[in-house]
T-cell receptor, first 114, second 110 residues
Framework: DTGVSQDPRHKITKRGQNVTFRCDPISEHNRLYWYRQTLGQGPEFLTYFQNEAQLEKSRLLSDRFSAERPKGSFSTLEIQRTEQGDSAMYLCASGDSALTYEQYFGPGTRLTVT | DAKTTQPPSMDCAEGRAANLPCNHSTISGNEYVYWYRQIHSQGPQYIIHGLKNNETNEMASLIITEDRKSSTLILPHATLRDTAVYYC???????????FGAGTRLAVHP
């Protein structure tokens, strides 16, 4: 499978715990995006990487959230001290700067904070 | 980026054309119109995009009015698998972070 993959697909955690999600983009895609989607809403942009550089962070990305893309390939999104309001689907997408209009999304990681 | 307005829901009979409208009256000259869809429990999927000319690909056609204030996504022969939420997004170039609205929930029925 050469699409975007995300791991885990589902995560249940207790409030206050830290969680980390991984995204593997399509190989050679230099752009990587993280979005968050709550029930009944469209996805909301969180952050964007071009290669290993994090070029934009949304105001939604509080200081409890951190994202990395250390070698310009896979990315991780960590949430510290999770809160119930963090429960959502976390989506990763990748794109090629030569194809600016198309982003390929992964299946998402569904986080439930109890 | 321009705001888009879509009907919250639409129905379509299987085999018929599904025409999904989108208003983007404040769109500027360098903003493209993109369409994505999201089938239940999956990530969004790119469908098509355009600037001012009509576009067609293997999935759909995009008709943009001459004044570019609205557009219509056409699925020529809808199938049950086209049941999804369809998002119309208007934005300029650059790295294209997508700003999703609520979209149109299309239900295709037998």
């Amino acid at each position: 499978d050469t699409g975007v993959s995300q791991d885990p697909r589902h995560k249940i955690t207790k409030r206050g715990q830290n969680v980390t999600f991984r995204c593997d983009p399509i190989s050679e895609h230099n752009r990587l995006y993280w979005y968050r989607q709550t029930l009944g809403q469209g996805p909301e942009f969180l952050t964007y990487f071009q290669n290993e550089a994090q070029l934009e962070k949304s105001r939604l990305l509080s200081d409890r959230f951190s994202a990395e893309r250390p070698k310009g390939s896979f990315s991780t999104l960590e949430i510290q001290r999770t809160e119930q309001g963090d429960s959502a689907m976390y989506l990763c997408a990748s794109g090629d700067s030569a194809l600016t209009y198309e982003q390929y999304f992964g299946p998402g990681t569904r986080l439930t904070v109890t | 980026d321009a705001k888009t307005t879509q009907p919250p829901s639409m129905d379509c009979a299987e085999g018929r054309a599904a025409n999904l409208p989108c208003n983007h009256s404040t769109i500027s000259g360098n903003e493209y119109v993109y369409w994505y869809r999201q089938i239940h429990s999956q990530g969004p999927q790119y469908i098509i995009h355009g600037l001012k000319n009509n576009e067609t690909n293997e999935m759909a056609s995009l008709i943009i009015t001459e004044d570019r204030k609205s557009s219509t996504l056409i699925l020529p022969h809808a199938t049950l698998r086209d049941t999804a939420v369809y998002y119309c997004i208007a934005l300029s170039g650059g790295y294209n972070k997508l700003i999703f609205g609520a979209g149109t929930r299309l239900a295709v029925h037998p």
